[in-house]
């Protein structure tokens, strides 16, 4: 499945955004989809994740109550609602892709980033 993340931008803190990423070239119902981020001299990190039905989300704590993924199959989409943006925020933001049989920790495929940058 290849993967195009979009939607980054520079907001003020305390704004908002959108990200959005479109799946192509497989089922997209065979895949549970995540959300990660990498700030600069940083690991890259858990975000969010969701299930192929959309029935189940996971956050990582930092971002529980202001961040939301959901996802509608019909269009092999995947979003990001960004609320309340902090600084600490700032990162390349990346979705990807995890094949709902496969038994094995982590994700296969990988979007190419797109860059959230949050003003003070």
């Known amino acids: 499945v290849q993967l195009q993340a979009s939607g980054g931008g520079l907001v003020q803190a305390g704004g908002s955004l959108r990200l959005s990423c479109a799946a192509s070239?497989?089922?997209?119902?065979?895949?549970?989809m995540g959300w990660f981020r990498q700030a600069p001299g940083k690991e890259r990190e858990f975000v969010a994740s969701?299930?192929?039905?959309?029935?189940?989300?996971v956050y990582a704590d930092s971002v529980k109550g202001r961040f939301t993924i959901s996802r509608d199959n019909a269009k092999n989409t995947v979003y990001l609602q960004m609320n309340s943006l902090k600084p600490e925020d700032t990162a390349v933001y990346y979705c990807?892709?995890?094949?709902?049989?496969?038994?094995?920790?982590?994700?296969?495929?990988w979007g190419q980033g797109t860059q959230v940058t949050v003003s003070s």
């Open positions: 969701i299930t192929a039905s959309g029935d189940s989300t």
């Open positions: 070239g497989r089922t997209f119902t065979s895949y549970r």
């Open positions: 990807a892709a995890r094949e709902v049989a496969k038994v094995t920790p982590g994700y296969d495929y």
